[in-house]
């Protein structure tokens, strides 16, 4: 591969939370050029019916393959790739797909109580897929899975800068937190990639110290791992780019963009 072929690196969510995986992986691939999907159009993911979602992501992936072309495509949602990743795997067999799970794994390594808490979407909750996960990985531990309606609205609010509620956020990690036998919670998995834009709001809400446990970089690492290197390769003059399936996104959100280095297509 020459260093005029090196296609784009594109990254999916249903929102602006796929930021913080854009974040670390341009770290990672710095020669490579990135497309930024925000479905925002669907957002939020967590109440859509299970086969309607599915229906939507397999169609705006049909056209988006064929426009852009990717190297590999980053699903930065655990809701679109719990759903779904299996499909676009079978659908597209020819491209890569790199997915975002919850972080059960790491956690149920890390944890010295023996109580993780899943801060997640009630979609990622109830899917089969997490219970896979826990049952593979954490039967030792009490895992806790804590669906919230609420926190991925609010946390693309933060981060455009719009003021959110203590008491508000307080109420959807309350569950997070578990006392049984004398021992605590220690580890919580953010189990959607918009939650770490509040994870200092979290830390100081949070009744008693945890691990906030962030899976962006891990993500990155995993894709970096699937991207060849290319020996002097630079990043494309023509990159870095996202682009809204409204077609609208509105004023606070271009500005928030263009922080990230990218502009709206």
């Excluded at 599915?54 to 699903?75: A, G, N, Q, T």
């Excluded at 806790?144 to 719009?162: D, K, T």
């Excluded at 508000?168 to 834009?197: N, S, W």
């Amino acid at each position: 591969m020459t260093k005029s072929e090196t296609k784009p690196v594109l990254m999916f969510d249903s929102g602006i939370g796929g930021l913080t995986v854009l974040r670390e992986a341009r770290v990672l691939m710095p020669e490579r050029g990135f497309i930024y999907i925000a479905d925002d159009a669907g957002f939020p993911y967590g109440g859509w019916e299970e086969p309607a979602l599915k229906e939507r992501i397999l169609s705006l992936f049909e056209k988006l393959l064929e426009d852009h072309d990717p190297e590999i495509c980053v699903i930065a949602c655990n809701t679109a790739f719990t759903l779904a990743g299996a499909d676009l795997r079978s659908a597209f067999p020819h491209m890569t797909f790199v997915g975002t799970v919850p972080a059960i794994k790491p956690a149920a390594e890390r944890t010295r109580s023996g109580l993780v808490s899943v801060l997640a979407t009630p979609g990622t909750v109830k899917r089969a897929y997490t219970r896979d996960l826990i049952q593979s990985f954490a039967t030792q531990c009490h895992v806790r899975l804590v669906g919230s309606q609420n926190l991925a609205r609010m946390a693309e609010a933060y981060i455009r800068g719009e003021a959110i509620a203590d008491e508000e956020v307080m109420a959807e990690i309350a569950p997070c937190f578990v006392e049984m036998d004398g021992k605590r919670t220690d580890i919580v998995v953010l189990a959607c990639t918009h939650y770490p834009f509040v994870a200092n709001v979290f830390r100081r809400l949070a009744p008693w110290p945890v691990d906030w446990l962030d899976p962006a970089e891990a993500i990155a690492r995993q894709a970096r791992r699937k991207v060849p290197l290319v020996d002097g390769a630079e990043h494309p003059d023509d990159f870095d780019f996202a682009v809204f399936t409204s077609g609208k996104p509105d004023f606070s959100t271009r500005r928030l963009m263009q922080g990230f280095g990218l502009r709206i297509a």
